[in-house]
Nanobody, 124 residues
Framework: QVQLVESGGGLVQAGDSLTLSCVAS????????VAWFRQATGKARTFVAG????????DYADSVKGRFTISRENAKNTAILQMSTLAPEDTAAYFC?????????????????WGRGTQVTVAS
């Protein structure tokens, strides 16, 4: 069982940067793929970025490629999402998720554990 807690959200201006953290408790975090999803009000939850259990592979949605960076520190049971050049369309609740196995999934149904989310609001 893994529990995930996100932090770092807030209100920023367009063009600003923000770093989100996901801290895991429980066993096995270092064997799970981790991803960030986001969900804007009234919209579906969508994949943002994912990282393999060992950090050796990452994947990004086209909309954030080149602006967001996902990383992890297994020794600290932490995953990080660094976001730069934020735009109003990045406004959403951001969720951390963990999945058993070696693959990074873009489908939210593939993830076994979820945090409660942290709100990111980007003002224009």
């Amino acid at each position: 069982q893994v529990q995930l807690v996100e932090s770092g959200g807030g209100l920023v201006q367009a063009g600003d940067s923000l770093t989100l953290s996901c801290v895991a408790s429980g066993r096995g975090f270092n064997t799970y793929a981790v991803a960030w999803f986001r969900q804007a009000t009234g919209k579906a939850r969508t994949f943002v970025a994912g990282i393999r259990w060992d950090g050796g592979r990452t994947d990004y949605a086209d909309s954030v490629k080149g602006r967001f960076t996902i990383s992890r520190e297994n020794a600290k049971n932490t995953a990080i999402l660094q976001m730069s050049t934020l735009a109003p369309e990045d406004t959403a609740a951001y969720f951390c998720a963990a999945a058993r196995g070696p693959l990074i999934h873009r489908e939210h149904s593939k993830y076994d554990y979820w945090g409660r989310g942290t709100q990111v609001t980007v003002a224009s």
